[in-house]
């Protein structure tokens, strides 16, 4: 069979195009292994010559900045500064121990320095510095500088530390950062990689710790190079990360201020709540610390000296104090008797000065008793004997029902540590955490605040927002995150009774501006800002029928840690209430004598956004007010002045 003869004509062409194409892609691909071996033999010699002698670039973690925390106004209530510490790596270091012990001929060490110093080099990645001295002097930075070629793997660093400017002042409501401990990482699931750090700053209380992801920020990276006695030579390349999230807090710093002014020399506690927004004004305990003791770990004797004084700095009384609220809780005894229908306004009950219930006597404060008493002048004489007849007939479960429409036996959502939730019982919460069924008896003490209920500072102060507006006040404590704002702390209205709320704000009113109402000293006469309130005062003893029988025994003549707790609750202006403030002072005795003073100056420099004229004080108190008053501005002007007398 005869082949055909191809057609040179028709081959050539396509032969001729796969080879230019091969020929190309050959080209090409020479080309580019020409570019890459330029750059890495050339380009990156440098960088690859480095990593090839003894790993001699070292990848760092760069803390961010923490975010910063203000008052309402700008006011700074957590800062960060520049401060200068001496590090070590352990891997550039050779032996550490002899490092240190050349670190120690430059500049001061103590054996407590070099010990914990090792300790924590143990704990560590070989590459992560280990802070050796913290807040170093500049001349130290210079000994250690000059001296750096005999001292491998040692560096002076400039960094930032956490600083509190107004101190004690805003302690247990900013809170405080202190060293990451090992403590601290048992407790998380998934650590920052920045908690590898000695001595890394972190929030251990208040808004610094509740806000502690939001603060903190994103770590950066650094990648030095460094020679072959571990002196750093050249930053190779640097990502900042990302700094923490700035915070304003709804607080007041100069009312704050003069809050914690005002209480020392009690063990006590105060908060001021904006009735219309909810934003906590001031949060206010006595006696206080200052937070910057533990930013660098706090010392043995100062740990101490505050954790055994009797009136516990160290604790947030304001949120984590749950107290019995005493006759403070009468209100919501009355609320909740009137709006289920069990009493009206006008019934009245016979008050003998006690009331026997199943064999038991149950005493009104009045030794003699106050004869026949409606509601009015139940809460402005705060008669006992009234509320123990009220209470029986409304019972126990409408009784805490209202108290937690009123905002008692809730816990509240700040961002503070160890908030209470107070208790408001009833028959199930007995049965749950006694194993025992409710009696008559337990109401009667409930009905005055007594017994079961326990309340906080802060629960007292969102009961009496709640009392003066009608609205499910809620407390606020951040105002803005980043600059975004947060919701207002403005809820609905509650619901309850209008005519009803308007009796207990009239009868309020009556226990402040009455004559014979039990806080008339207290009472405010500057035109158009007179407050409403109630006094409180809760036993923390008992007091035995014998002792009745001679005569009880007064607070005065009593330890201090067996006499009752003063409480107060007011609002102010009556007629268009801004402001909401509870006090109380632990083992002060009566309400009326040593909580209610405190709480008409403060709810006075919240009204006039300062200190008041003293025309604002009635004129039989002017001397005395006027003498307080430079006492005060002397503390808040950081002068040492003996413990402020009760007025």
Not at 66 to 74: A, E, Q, S, V, Y
Not at 194 to 201: G, N, S, V
Not at 572 to 597: I, K, L, Q, T
Request: with cysteine; glycine share 10%; proline share 6%.
């Amino acid at each position: 069979m005869r082949r055909q003869r191809t057609d040179t004509s028709e081959v050539w062409p396509r032969m001729t195009r796969r080879a230019i194409l091969l020929g190309t892609a050959q080209v090409g691909l020479m080309g580019l292994l020409g570019w890459r071996m330029k750059q890495l033999q050339i380009d990156q010699a440098d960088e690859f010559r480095l990593l090839a002698e003894e790993n001699r670039v070292n990848m760092r973690l760069i803390p961010p900045a923490r975010g910063l925390i203000f008052d309402r106004n700008g006011v700074a209530l957590a800062t960060n500064e520049p401060v200068y510490r001496i590090v070590i790596v352990r891997e550039a270091a050779g032996d550490p121990g002899e490092a240190l012990a050349r670190l120690a001929k430059v500049m001061p060490l103590e054996p407590g320095d070099i010990a914990h110093t090792l300790e924590e080099m143990d704990r560590v990645a070989s590459f992560v510095p280990v802070t050796v001295k913290d807040r170093v002097s500049w001349d130290d930075v210079a000994r250690v500088t000059a001296n750096a070629p005999a001292l491998p793997g040692i560096t002076a660093e400039v960094g930032l530390s956490r600083h509190y400017p107004n101190g004690p002042e805003t302690a247990h409501v900013v809170g405080y950062v202190g060293p990451v401990s090992d403590y601290d990482l048992s407790l998380m699931e998934d650590p920052d990689p920045l908690f590898q750090i000695p001595k890394f700053q972190f929030g251990k209380t208040g808004v610094e710790a509740k806000l502690e992801d939001r603060l903190r920020g994103k770590a950066g990276t650094q990648r030095i190079e460094v020679n072959a006695v571990g002196r750093v030579m050249r930053e190779l390349t640097r990502d900042e990360g990302t700094p923490g999230t700035d915070v304003q807090l709804t607080l007041d710093a100069h009312l704050q201020s003069y809050v914690e002014a005002r209480m020392a020399g009690e063990s006590s506690a105060a908060v001021v709540i904006d009735c219309t927004s909810g934003d906590l004004l001031a949060v206010g305990n006595a006696p206080t610390f200052d937070p910057n003791l533990f930013v660098r770990g706090i010392s043995v004797a100062d740990w101490t000296r505050l954790n055994e004084d009797i009136y516990r700095p160290l604790a947030a009384k304001a949120v984590q104090g749950a107290y019995p609220p005493g006759s403070t809780f009468k209100m919501v005894t009355a609320l909740a008797a009137m709006e289920s229908g069990a009493v009206s306004p006008e019934d009245t009950f016979y008050c003998p000065g006690f009331t026997e219930v199943s064999g038991t006597r149950f005493h009104c404060w009045k030794r003699g008793g106050h004869g026949n008493v409606n509601f009015h002048d139940s809460l402005k004489y705060s008669c006992d004997c009234y509320y123990y007849e009220v209470g029986q007939r409304v019972g126990i479960d409408q009784i805490a029902a209202m108290a937690r429409k009123l905002g008692i036996g809730i816990r509240h959502d700040v961002p503070m540590s160890a908030v209470a939730e107070g208790i408001a019982p009833d028959r199930d919460w007995k049965r749950v955490h006694h194993d025992d069924d409710w009696r008559v008896g337990d109401t009667v003490n409930a009905s005055i605040g007594q017994g079961y209920v326990l309340a906080t500072p802060l629960q007292l102060a969102v009961m009496t927002a709640r009392i003066a507006t009608g609205h499910d006040v809620t407390p606020r404590l951040i105002k803005t995150v980043d600059g975004v704002e947060q919701p207002s702390g403005l809820g609905a209205p509650l619901g309850l009774n209008e005519n009803l709320m308007r009796r207990v704000r009239a009868s309020m009113f009556d226990v402040v501006n009455s004559e014979r109402g039990t806080a008339h000293k207290s009472r405010i006469i500057a035109e158009g800002m007179q407050m409403a309130g109630k006094t409180g005062t809760s036993q923390v003893r008992r007091i035995t029928a014998e002792e009745r029988a001679r005569g009880v025994t007064s607070n005065e003549d009593l330890p201090w840690e067996r006499r009752d707790h003063a409480l107060w609750v007011n609002f102010a202006p009556f007629d268009n209430p801004r402001f909401a403030v509870a006090v109380v002072v632990e083992h002060g005795g009566g309400g009326s004598a040593a909580a209610a003073p405190i709480g008409r100056d403060i709810t006075l420099q919240a009204l006039y956004g300062g200190f008041p004229p003293l025309e604002a004080y009635p004129s039989d108190r002017r001397e005395e007010i006027a003498q307080m008053q430079g006492r005060i501005r002397a503390i808040m002007e950081g002068w040492s002045v003996p413990a402020l007398e009760r007025a």
